[in-house]
């Protein structure tokens, strides 16, 4: 369902994942441990599309989705919900993720 192949992502100068790969077959429940700077919110964001690998494929049910803008991967059900700022602190988990899967219809919310 969710393949990762090789891929490698920069910020700016600095290189934070180098050659990473996974594969996550349908119905897999995944956890993703690492010490504070692994590269685990940088792969996150990498696969909902909020950074760009600059190596590598992100492939989801077969077709290539790295580099694809965000709100085109939230269309596919793939989303990043930041727990760690809390962004809507007074709702419950299943209240932020419900709104993290409401996608805008109107013109204001299409960004090229």
Sequence with gaps: MLKIEDINVY?????????????INEGEIVTLIGANGAGKSTLLKTISG?????QGKVLFEGDSIGGKAAQAIVKLGISHVPEGR???????????????????????????
């Design 50 to 54: 909020l950074l760009k690998p600059k």
């Design 86 to 112: 809390r962004v809507f602190a007074n709702m419950t988990v299943a209240e932020n993720l419900e709104l993290g899967a409401y996608l805008r219809k109107d013109k204001a919310g299409i960004h090229k």
């Design 11 to 23: 910020y700016g100068n600095i290189q934070s994942l180098k050659g990473v790969s996974m594969e």
